[in-house]
């Protein structure tokens, strides 16, 4: 059993915040652009102080050279000019963080397009697609809603202390007696929070990816009367993300109340000691006034941290499982001298191939109160530095492992150019994991695949796929129009060949039956199709792809005589002059087969023609005779020995 090791960046740690950074790089100019109008912004609330001053000690008093209207009407302009600065600002910010958020969620997806078939085996797709989706999404704010306010709030400390010190240095050196309080809260509270996000949106992934399953599978869940277990599975899942929502807000909102209180506590102190001075005659009403405003600007930044950090602490976990998802290495690459394959002859070799299944399992952590706690290094970290222990809740990761076992096992057999290769054996057998070592959605872990005497991981990966297509029991369409699934693979294609393919299919006299023809939309999976249409556009749109190998996984198994029919004749005229593998159940599917290969526990026990096997006897005859048994007379035809 292999233990996964959190991957990152070219093999040397790097922090979420800084990774994330150098991949905005390309972004740095907007960035520091955006800082720059929030920068001129400030000006406004950080010149209210000093004019207010002037306001009530000199122009209200009668003093002084400014009129009203003037003093008025300088506070007006700057805070009209503030108020386009920051219309500016909060669009140009807006505008970089979708950019950002639409390019990552581009790079994921190709990303995602690149991993082989075994990475999809071992993971729900809805949890992908909350990373994807959600995750991205969340780390946007990263440099919007925090790095960009961490820095302009503390460029308004910075020059709101300056002004403060300017104005009166024993205040200002009073306004700060309660930053160590500040910086105590958030050194405490920063791991809390940050793993009890990372703990909410693992669970949020989790509600995805069962929500993407049982809609997928409604009838199942209808049929089986599922509906109770799946609202009580659902009822568990979305419990725990509340539970674990709470714990995140808790922790962030005792924060942002005692920066909140600190404030207070300031302000407080700020007006004993003016007041004290004011009453001694040292200061004027409009200074000790002046001076709270202006502390306003040192207090809100430093008490909006909080609300800031939090955003961080929430996006750093989002963009921790984006890096994560993106550092997963594709197991299948092609070489940098990869071979072109401009044609293809079919000539297919397997030469002591062998597969192991890789299965990804999430191992629960032993509990403390009922809590996850494998993360042993974050929770030192955490107990460390926080003093209040919660009980029910807490967000550590579970432990995620590799285990192989066995799928096929010193596999050699030849198949020439056009030949018709048939699979049979019991279900579990490997036959499919066989198979899809051809296009190398697998790869071998010993052994050779040789197509047309070459290595196939020698060849570029389009190109192979190219003269290779699929034809499986359950067929994939897309939500979209008939027309748009028939090319899929040959997005040039014209009317004409299109046509002439879903003819040649058996599928044309469907199509036009359709008010639209073959622009009707077929609906999510090709819903508003029957079994045999589905199969019979899927044989179309590889007929239209015009492959060398054909691969026919169980292509007939799901479908009842009269379509069985006539996805067996549009089989037939697919298969012609091509190479073909076929994989199926029903013995009379593959007696016409150039050779049977009887696969059993990933191994193969048999191999010859339909009456060869007969003779030996062994599993092929042992499957021939149940099925025998099963049949009706009309059936049997074919199968004769």
Known sequence: MEKVINCVSGGIHISPVKRYLLWAKPYWWSIGLIILLGMVQFVAPLSTPIYTQILLDDVLAGKGNWGLYQIVGIMAIILFFGVIVSFLRNYFSAM????????????????????????????????????????????????????????????????????????????????????????????????????????????????SGT?????????????????????????????QHYNHTVYAHLFSNVLGRL???????GGIIIWLGGGSLVLAGKMTAGEII?????????????????????????????????????????????????????????????????????????????????TEDTDIIEREKATKRFYWKPTNVHPFPPEVTIEERQGIKDITFEARSGEVIALVGPSGAGKSTLINLIPRFYEPVEGTVFIDGV????????????????????????????RDNLV????????????????????????IAFKDGYEAVIGERGMRLSGGQKQRLAIARAILKDPKILILDEATSALDSESEAM??????????????????????????????????????????????????????????????????????????Q
């Open 96 to 207: 970089l963080g979708n950019r950002m958020m639409k390019d990552l969620r581009e790079q994921l997806y190709h990303h995602l397009q690149k991993m082989p078939v075994s990475f999809y085996d071992q993971r729900q797709v809805g949890g992908i697609s909350s990373r994807v989706i959600h995750d991205i999404g969340g780390a946007q704010n990263l440099i919007g809603g925090g790095i960009i306010n961490l820095v302009l709030d503390l460029f308004m400390v910075l020059f709101a202390g300056f002004l403060l010190f300017r104005m009166n240095v024993y205040l200002a050196s009073l306004s700060l007696i309660i930053l160590p309080f500040y910086y105590l809260s958030f050194t405490n509270m920063n791991v809390h929070i940050r793993l009890a996000w990372r703990s909410v949106h693992r669970q949020m992934e989790r509600i």
């Open 211 to 239: 929500l993407v399953e049982r809609m997928a599978g409604i009838r199942i869940v209808q049929a089986f009367n599922g509906e109770r277990q799946e609202r009580a599975r659902f009822g568990k899942q979305t419990k």
């Open 567 to 640: 996805v067996t004749e549009a089989l037939e005229r697919l298969m012609v002059g091509r190479t073909t593998f076929v994989i199926a159940h029903r013995l009379a599917t593959v007696v016409r087969a150039n050779q049977i290969l009887v696969i059993d526990d990933g191994e193969i026990v048999q191999r010859g023609s339909h009456r060869t096997l007969l003779r030996e006897g062994g599993l092929y005859r042992k499957l021939y005779e149940q099925q025998l048994k099963a049949m009706k007379p009309e059936e049997m035809t074919g199968l004769a």
């Open 290 to 370: 002046a001076f709270q405003l202006l502390l306003g600007n040192l207090y809100g930044p430093i008490q909006r941290f909080a609300d800031v950090n939090v955003t961080i602490q929430n996006s750093i976990t989002n963009i921790e499982r984006v890096f994560e998802m993106l550092d997963e290495k594709p197991s299948i690459k092609e070489s940098e001298d990869a071979l072109p394959m401009p044609t293809c002859e079919g000539h297919v070799v397997f030469v002591n191939v062998t597969y192991n299944y890789k299965t990804r399992n999430i191992i629960p952590a032993q509990t403390v109160n009922g």
């Open 259 to 265: 920066s909140e209180s600190f404030a207070h506590i």
């Open 455 to 482: 290595d196939v991981r020698e060849y570029n990966l389009d190109d192979l796929r190219k003269h290779i297509a699929l034809v499986l029991q359950e067929n994939i369409l897309f939500s979209g129009t008939i």
């Open 488 to 511: 899929y693979g040959r997005p040039d294609a014209t009317d004409d060949e299109v046509v002439a393919a879903a003819k040649a299919a058996n599928a044309h006299d469907f199509i």
